[in-house]
Structure formats: structure tokens, C-alpha cells
Nanobody
Framework: QVQLVESGGGLVQTGGSLRLSCAASGRSFSSYIMGWFRQAPGKEREFVAAISWRGGNTYYTDSVKARFTISRDNAKNTVYLQMNSLKPEDTAVYYC????????????????WGQGTQVTVSS
């Protein structure tokens, strides 16, 4: 079992930055691929970024490439999402997820989810 708790969301102006954190409980954190997803009002939850269990491979959706960076610290059981140059269209609830998967961008491939943290980007 893995429990995930996100933090770091908030209100920021266009062009600003936020860093989201996801703290995981459980002894097998380093075995999981970790992903970030987001869900805007009235829209489906979508993939944002993922990182392999050792951090050697990262994956991003096209709309956040060069702006967002995912990283992980297995010693701290924590995964991060550094978000720069934020845009109003980045406004959403951001969810952390953990899974043992070969499909890091697929929502259904993840086994554990956090409760989400709100990110709001004002224009």
C-alpha cells in the first residue's frame, strides 16, 4: 500500500512558478513510477508528467515540456513537480499517482492516487 499526499498548490499570476510536492508512505516508494495528472473543471483528468523509479527517465505531455520539471528523492519518499512560466490553462487540481507500469502517461495504469492540490493561475 502507498499513501500519497500532495502539497504546494496555490494562486499565482501568469508567468509565475510553483513547486508541487507529493509525499509517499510505504516502503516500496522507490519501486514505483510516479506521475502527475491534472483535472480542470468540466474536463477529464489528463497526464502531465511521470518519472521512472530511479529517475532516469522522465515523460511530459507536450503542453508542459520546457516549463515543468518532474523529479524525485527516493530517500525522502517524495516526488516534485516544478512548474515555471505558468499559464491560465494550467489551472487545475493536480494529482500525484504511483504505479508499476510501462505506460506512464495512462491514467488507468496507476494504482494509488493522492487527494489533489489546487493550482490557479490568474491572467
Amino acid at each position: 500500500q502507498v499513501q500519497l499526499v500532495e502539497s504546494g498548490g496555490g494562486l499565482v499570476q501568469t508567468g509565475g512558478s510553483l513547486r508541487l510536492s507529493c509525499a509517499a508512505s510505504g516502503r516500496s516508494f522507490s519501486s514505483y513510477i510516479m506521475g502527475w495528472f491534472r483535472q480542470a473543471p468540466g474536463k477529464e483528468r489528463e497526464f502531465v508528467a511521470a518519472i521512472s523509479w530511479r529517475g532516469g527517465n522522465t515523460y511530459y505531455t507536450d503542453s508542459v515540456k520546457a516549463r515543468f520539471t518532474i523529479s524525485r528523492d527516493n530517500a525522502k519518499n517524495t516526488v516534485y513537480l516544478q512548474m515555471n512560466s505558468l499559464k491560465p490553462e494550467d489551472t487545475a487540481v493536480y494529482y500525484c499517482a504511483a504505479g508499476v507500469t510501462l505506460r506512464p502517461s495512462t491514467l488507468s495504469a496507476y494504482d494509488y492516487w493522492g487527494q489533489g492540490t489546487q493550482v490557479t493561475v490568474s491572467s
